[in-house]
């Protein structure tokens, strides 16, 4: 792990839940920090701006600001401005998330050109989603922010955008363009950001395959917290291995500064390189 020189973090689940720190998390934030690492915060998260993310976490006593947050909304707004320049696009999202797309040509009615999928809540109701689906009918491209099918709350898994965008694309007969994670061109954006290759990175998430193993098919060394999201049986259905399986995110420190798993609840085993090999299985004793 000595080659390490970044490391990127999903937010929910991984570091907060209900924005509520885990134990040790920031903590083992703090530690990074201090051996220099690079820090990006990747997330999906698309209920607040990246100002409000990071004076949110702050205010937790989170290491952070927000040029260290990239985020799903940020990515889709320059997906847009590149490939759909002067469009009128439709937003189905929960939250405000305006600032964060810049240049972008935002419609309230008429018809839209792009509809673009934010995160899932109250916004998505039958009618919206309906509106939705007659907008896809007649023509126009589909743009989701992200595709995850649910993440953790106070009150359990909560039903994500991914649950809705399956449906909507089966009826439409179209096929979304996905801009945050586990498009490849959110990590090399995230890449580019703290301007390391994907050898010297390092992904950690909750989400075994929107997270971990995206990173992975970019190269980026992939580890998978058994907090948040995390469910034994997602880890079994999983169609990869991550490199290294953690308790939670307060376990990273000595996993970088040992070059080990020490610490961790790794029954999946540490490996000497990423992607060298499969492991035992998810092992241990998950949270359930």
């Not at 509520?20 to 220099?36: D, I, S, W, Y």
């Not at 935002?106 to 989603?129: N, Q, R």
């Not at 586990?182 to 703290?194: N, V």
Request: aromatic share 4%.
């Amino acid at each position: 792990m000595e080659r390490i020189r970044a490391v990127l973090i999903d937010i929910d689940g991984v570091l907060t839940v209900s924005w509520k720190p885990l134990p040790g998390t920031v903590a083992a934030m703090k530690q990074l920090r201090a051996a220099g690492l690079r820090l990006a915060l990747v997330t999906n998260n698309t209920s607040r701006t990246r100002a409000a993310i990071a004076a949110r976490l702050a205010a937790l006593g989170f290491p952070v600001g927000a040029e260290d947050i990239l985020t799903a909304p940020a990515a889709t707004a320059a997906y847009l401005r590149e490939h759909f320049p002067g469009a009128r696009c439709l937003l189905l999202n929960s939250g405000d998330v305006r600032d964060d797309l810049p240049g972008v040509t935002l419609i309230d009615e008429g018809d839209a050109d792009v509809v673009v999928l934010g995160g899932a809540g109250p916004a998505f109701g039958y009618e919206s989603l309906n509106h939705v689906f007659r907008q896809l009918q007649r023509g126009a491209r589909l743009v989701s922010m992200h595709r995850n099918l649910y993440w953790r709350t106070e009150g359990g898994l909560d039903l994500d955008t991914g649950a809705f965008l399956d449906g909507l694309e089966k009826a439409s007969r179209t096929e979304a363009e996905v801009t945050g994670k586990p498009a490849q061109a959110f990590f090399a954006s995230a890449l580019a950001h703290l301007g390391v290759d994907a050898a010297e990175a390092l992904m950690i998430g909750d989400d075994i395959e929107s997270d971990v193993l995206a990173a992975q098919q970019s190269g980026i060394t992939g580890v998978l917290v058994k907090t948040g999201k995390y469910t034994p049986e997602a880890h079994r259905a999983a169609s990869g291995t991550p490199d290294h399986v953690l308790g939670s995110f307060a376990d990273l420190p000595a996993l970088l500064h040992t070059g080990s798993d020490s610490g961790s609840d790794a029954g999946s085993g540490s490996k000497s390189g990423p992607h060298s090999g499969p492991s035992s299985g998810p092992g241990g004793s998950p949270e359930t």
